[in-house]
T-cell receptor, first 113, second 112 residues
């Protein structure tokens, strides 16, 4: 079975500060990992994905994530937060025989001026 | 590419009524997924199809829920009869083979 755990349901940062959203995964097969963003009353937009190539993955809007197998982690970072980054962020895992995309519970990011 | 198209965007219905949600996947995508999002349970996978065939419906909450995919360009999720606890945002997603899931904008269902 596969699962992801997102630590911190709410994260608040100041504009210009580092953004760090944590995600740990559990998978019995090599995982594919994803980060999605959801703005209020909108659908899910793919930020970035890990597909067993480079461990450091760069995505849209200045976000990046690093796959660390030894730590079973795939944390999302952005060097400098912008007000427009305020949204809910979801980590997800897929892979193996199952074609399911399994989501974490989400982290709501607030950016303070 | 118009993306994954869901209709309606919003649906308000009375308890006991039948509700049908619709999804048009991206052309060429042979996988289609239905998800439900609630505050309490987050994003749950309800069912997914491969080449129009239901592969895994273990997430469908009750027999009141049913999903069909009569052809490669259309899928429906039906709730009959609807209940207030079915109120949620329902998302459809499609993908070609592996990876690259694309989500629709969702249908916000309110059952009163």
């Amino acid at each position: 079975a596969q699962s992801v755990t997102q630590l911190g349901s709410h994260v608040s940062v100041s504009e210009g500060a580092l953004v760090l959203l944590r995600c740990n995964y559990s998978s019995s097969v090599p995982p594919y990992l994803f980060w999605y963003v959801q703005y209020p009353n909108q659908g899910l937009q793919l930020l970035l994905k890990y597909t067993s190539a480079a461990t450091l993955v760069k995505g849209i809007n200045g976000f990046e994530a690093e796959f660390k197998k030894s730590e079973t982690s795939f944390h999302l970072t952005k060097p400098s937060a912008h007000m427009s980054d305020a949204a809910e962020y979801f980590c997800a895992v897929s892979g193996g025989a199952t074609n399911k995309l399994i989501f974490g519970t989400g982290t709501l990011l607030a950016v303070q001026p | 590419d118009a993306g994954v198209i869901q209709s309606p965007r919003h649906e308000v219905t009375e308890m006991g009524q039948e509700v049908t949600l619709r999804c048009k996947p991206i052309s060429g995508h042979d996988y289609l997924f239905w998800y439900r999002q609630t505050m309490m349970r987050g994003l749950e996978l309800l069912i997914y199809f491969n080449n129009n065939v239901p592969i895994d419906d273990s997430g469908m909450p009750e027999d009141r829920f049913s999903a069909k995919m009569p052809n490669a360009s259309f899928s429906t999720l039906k709730i009959q009869p609807s209940e207030p606890r079915d109120s949620a945002v329902y998302f459809c997603a499609s993908r070609p083979g592996q990876l690259s899931y694309t989500f629709g904008s969702g249908t916000r269902l309110t059952v009163v």
